[in-house]
């Protein structure tokens, strides 16, 4: 299983990466980035996103 990646960190492969809240449940999916793109802000604070 891999880690949840914080907002503001590059995206280690290309794909859709859904938001994890704090204590892990899916909050929202969508988020499309490329390998090497920094990974935007989440909604709210403590959430973290996660490679589908």
């Keep these: ?3 949840p990646l914080k907002s503001g960190n590059s995206a280690p492969k290309t794909g859709d990466y859904k938001v ?3 204590r892990g449940g899916t909050i ?3 988020v499309t980035v490329k ?5 935007p802000p989440t ?3 403590n959430q973290t ?3 589908q």
Excluded: A, H
């Design 28 to 30: 929202k999916t969508g």
């Design 49 to 51: 996103y996660k490679k």
């Design 1 to 3: 299983m891999s880690k």
């Design 35 to 39: 390998q090497g793109d920094t990974l």
């Design 20 to 22: 994890l809240g704090p």
């Design 43 to 45: 909604p709210k604070k």
